[in-house]
């Protein structure tokens, strides 16, 4: 697992299984609600390139499709309903903040802000 993590069932980290359980008791209380885990964002869309092709009687047919560039996405922790306010809640469980990991998810994070209008909350 990345930076010496430990898995704590089906969560990456403790920390991450220990803010779900958090989640899951506010929701229970009424406090938030639609929670949801592991929620997939996409911040660029894969590209894709089409080569044309003839058949055997010289009639186009479908062209050859070939992802020249994969999706960048962001799969966010946890999302769910703040029931106070309304609003949409997207956090995600960070436990040490650094190295070339962290850097790749600030970048995702000001993708996400720029793109969705959403704030990631790192807890």
Not at 104 to 111: A, E, S, T
Request: aromatic residues 8%; contains cysteine.
């Amino acid at each position: 697992n990345k930076l010496h993590a430990e898995k704590c069932g089906k969560y990456a980290s403790k920390h991450e299984a220990k803010r779900a359980w958090e989640l899951k008791a506010l929701e229970r209380a009424g406090k938030i609600s639609d929670l949801q885990e592991q929620v997939k964002f996409v911040l660029v869309p894969a590209i894709w390139e089409e080569t044309p092709r003839i058949g055997k009687r010289g009639q186009p047919i479908k062209p050859k499709r070939r992802c020249i560039q994969r999706e960048l996405a962001y799969i966010a922790d946890f999302v769910y309903t703040d029931n106070a306010n309304g609003e949409k809640v997207v956090e995600d469980a960070k436990g040490y903040k650094g190295g070339a990991t962290y850097r790749v998810f600030v970048n995702k994070k000001k993708l996400m802000l720029q793109k969705y209008g959403i704030k990631v909350v790192e807890v």
